[in-house]
């Protein structure tokens, strides 16, 4: 919540971030709360993976907050709908993870983990905005009347438990308006977890309301399922922060954060019967470049072939009615052409332009491609005259065409239509 300017500070060599609230919030008492307490939970803490507040002010009866610059961008742009490296995922976790012990320690709870309040940028991640959060202590010395200092000035619609914030990413408690603590955050956290792996929020409905309701009552998919790249460690680890009792979760973010710093110092301690396991349902290694440029390079040649049956239109016309005695499937074959030309542009263009979405649209018009493909198969009959027994052999590898582009854009994109993490990601991609 706010507009962030960048800024040169003039007493000190350095660049800040300036945030001010925007111009029609000035006035909003429950803007300027939770303004006023983001800068007080962000200067109690001082940790490398917390954005730092510099100082806070008033230019011209505007709020500000002066901040670290950062230079980067926010977890959800880098997440963008598809899985990211394991590796990097867990690296990002341990250090949010960092964070939260931090900020628990000093009694202050965020409340909202969610991917846009995660900053990456080459020196690490960065957790902002504290401006939901729940400040139990202050100094991180145990005191109830410090503690509901700010809370009791909170605005009515604060202070009443009504929901605040973006419900995509709250835990079960938080959305029941009951009490909340760390292992809060830790369920946020876990589902920021889900979404690096996955590429998505297995929460997400059409509407606030059915979101709401999927995280009260639904079991997200087993992550291997979506990201068999994924090991059973750290499915466990995700599932265990996603647990819908608080009880049943990491007892805090120490705990948690010990399992993960567990994982990724010691990711490849498995039995010699886990490895050969994991060794057997790990995908193929391939290069999504690699992937990408097979796919797209089989487009082009559907193109050469449909732009040859086009201009030989007279030719195939005559051939099929020397050899069937009819037009009919010299005329099928010129509409395979025709209806599968848009096909192979946009596929082309879209893995041109490497479109993340790619891999469920595809699934979504195989069936159509498949029929198309098959009946394109037959095209060689044409030419049983100049090809003898090699027609045979032209139509099995024209048959064998739609499955290997499912292959090759599914290892590319994934089934579900997100960058698959199970292959190796090559710079060039």
Known sequence: MGVVYK???????????????????????????????????????NHPNICTVYDVGDADGRAFIAMEFLDGSNLKNVINGRPIEIERM?????????????????????????????????????????????????????????????????????????LIGTVDYMAPEQLQSGPVDTRTDLFALGLVMYEMATGINPFIGTTASSTIANILKDIPEAVTHRNPSVSVHLEAIIQKCLRKDPDERYPSARALLSDLTQLSIEPRRLSATQQAQTVAASPLEVSRYLARSLFMLVQIAYLIMYGAALYKLQKLLQVSMQLFGSHTFGILVLADAVLGTPFRIYFFTALAFDFGDIGRQFKTVFPAILILDLMWASTPLLFQGQLQGLFILCSGALAFLPLSQKTLIYTAYGQTGGRSSGIRHDSRS
Do not use: C
């Not at 111009?23 to 006023?36: E, G, S």
């Not at 012990?101 to 900053?119: S, V, W, Y």
């Not at 909170?154 to 438990?161: D, E, F, L, V, Y």
């Open 90 to 162: 867990v690296r990002i976790s341990v250090e949010i993870a960092r964070a939260l012990e931090t900020a628990h320690a000093k009694g202050i709870i965020h409340r909202d983990i969610k991917p846009a309040n995660i900053f990456i940028s080459m020196a690490g991640s960065k957790l902002l905005d504290f401006g939901l959060a729940k400040l139990q202590y202050i100094g991180g010395v145990a005191s109830p009347s410090a503690a509901s200092e700010l809370d009791e000035t909170a605005p009515p619609s604060t202070a009443s438990g009504l």
């Open 7 to 45: 800024a040169e500070d003039l007493k000190l060599p350095r660049y800040v971030a300036l945030k001010f609230l925007p111009d029609n919030l000035t006035k909003d008492r429950q803007a300027l709360f939770r303004f006023r307490r983001e800068a007080y939970a962000a200067s109690a803490l």
